[in-house]
């Protein structure tokens, strides 16, 4: 640390001097900067960028359906292979399918019957009626009467379709 007042005003004097040409040379880089940053077609560079945002989702939208098509075409529909045109088994499991229901006596029906035109040979379908207020259960019942394939589980209170499965 400086001692009296002239070293004071000495190391004052030299900082001054280091700040004017640190000024000097931030607007000579500033001007220099300014000058090629004129010369950037901003407006070239703002068409092509708004461009790219609108045009890309559109472009990869159309790439992807090509892709989904050539992968159907080229993998799915190989030897034959459609829903009509399965290959056989030499045994079949059984197979469940689960149906969790909470006040579905509007469409639990349809469904049902829906899914009991499977062509699987082997297959139950487990209807859960997850505490129903509505007479959801009443008509699965009688469904169950009806359909050897159809078993129904009954739970007294709602407990979500997680508890359910």
Request: overall charge negative; hydrophobic content about 45%.
């Amino acid at each position: 640390m400086p001692a009296n007042v002239d070293e004071w005003q000495s190391w004052l004097g030299l900082l001054s001097d280091l700040l004017q040409t640190l000024r000097l040379k931030t607007a000579y880089l500033w001007s220099g900067l300014e000058d090629w940053l004129g010369q950037v077609p901003w407006l070239s560079i703002a068409d092509g960028l708004s461009g790219f945002i609108f045009y890309y989702p559109l472009a990869m939208a159309y790439v992807w359906m090509l892709g989904a098509i050539l992968y159907y075409f080229l993998w799915e529909r190989r030897d034959g292979a459609t829903v009509d045109n399965l290959p056989e088994l030499g045994e079949y499991p059984p197979v469940s399918i689960l149906i969790p229901c909470h006040n579905e006596a509007g469409n639990i029906r349809e469904t049902i019957e829906y899914l009991l035109r499977q062509r699987y040979p082997d297959f139950e379908i487990v209807a859960i009626n997850d505490g129903s207020r509505d007479n959801t259960l009443a008509i699965l019942q009688r469904l169950a009467d009806q359909y050897p394939q159809l078993r129904v589980v009954h739970l007294d209170t709602n407990q979500g379709k997680a508890m359910a499965l």
